[in-house]
């Protein structure tokens, strides 16, 4: 079965850094779009970022253009997410997603706190 296996989340200073990592099963990775999104307290879940199956093209929230960095190694089935100059409006839970077979998978989501 589709699984989607978010980690690297935590707590941060403004101004600094985090990778997320997303291990994907139980599909052929390497043939999909693969996003994140994210959830803040309070706040309907939005879109942060998308990576095409090769990984030549990727779209991002204006909110985070610039400071955030999608990547992926279809070898070991895995999206990143890169996080610079974190805010603390970037405080969320973060998820995974993948839309297979005209079904929408979705990870457990990891959490990102920015406080000083």
């Known amino acids: 079965q589709v699984q989607l296996v978010e980690s690297g989340g935590g707590s941060v200073q403004p101004g600094g850094s985090l990778r997320l990592s997303c291990t994907a099963s139980?599909?052929?990775?390497?043939?999909?779009?693969m996003y994140w999104y994210r959830q803040a307290p309070g706040k309907a879940r939005e879109f942060v970022a998308s990576?095409?199956?090769?990984?030549?093209?990727?779209e991002y929230a204006g909110s985070v253009k610039g400071r955030f960095t999608i990547s992926r190694d279809n070898a070991k089935n895995t999206v990143y997410l890169q996080m610079n100059s974190l805010k603390p409006d970037d405080t969320a839970v973060y998820y995974c997603?993948?839309?297979?077979?005209?079904?929408?998978?979705w990870g457990q989501g990891t959490q990102v706190t920015v406080s000083s």
């Open positions: 139980g599909f052929a990775f390497s043939t999909y779009v």
């Open positions: 990576i095409s199956s090769g990984g030549g093209t990727t």
């Open positions: 997603n993948a839309f297979i077979r005209r079904t929408e998978y």
